[in-house]
């Protein structure tokens, strides 16, 4: 059974520790260092916020939130009008159970791109940085994995497509396809050097 403690962001399979998609990558390739602290900890906080204010407006139950957040969640609305989306998972826990990891992609959708004839599913991961974060590919390459895993008896459930959502303060959205067929190894690679790390060193 995979449990998940809040403090620390901590994921155990059957009591054991696992470690999650993020917690891989950012020891292998963040690209923060030389980032002061309190920026990346202002820029986790509104992460964290901007992500509950989306969740609650799918689930229909969003009340008052900070007037400064409302570009962010205006965006999300827009991106969901305009791709017809109809949500099917948000912010499900996953485990592999042969690699050994977690994660909570944050949703699984069905829409209606512009400009195409016929509704696909997607993986989603929603981003409110200023810019798009290449790590975002391989990140979503490892819930994929743990998504195909989690629906093995039903293929019809299948990934179409890995989208990163970025939402702007402005209230515009920013949808960019993840097609990489390396993301899932530059993923996996991570995950044998963080075994080993945490053998070894």
Known sequence: MLEFEEEGHVYRWEGEIVPSVTQVLDAHLSSYEGVPRHILEAAGEKGTIVHRMCELH??????????????????????????????????????????????????????????????????????????????????????????????????????DERWAVRLGVDGKFYVTPLRDRNDFAIFSNCLTLWKWSQKNL
């Not at 969003?62 to 948000?90: H, T």
Request: overall charge negative; aromatic content about 12%.
């Open 58 to 159: 799918d689930n229909g139950n969003l009340g008052e939130y900070p007037d400064e957040y409302d570009g962010y969640l205006q965006a999300w609305i827009q991106f969901c009008e305009v791709y017809e989306v109809e949500v099917e998972i948000s912010e499900h826990r996953l485990f592999h159970r042969k690699l050994m990891y977690a994660g909570t992609p944050d949703r699984i959708l069905t829409c209606k791109p512009p400009k195409k004839r016929k509704r696909i599913r997607a993986l989603v991961d929603i981003k409110s940085w200023t810019k798009h974060i290449a790590t975002v590919g391989p990140q979503t390459g490892a819930y994929e994995k743990m998504w195909d895993q989690f629906i093995e008896s039903d293929p019809d459930m299948k990934i």
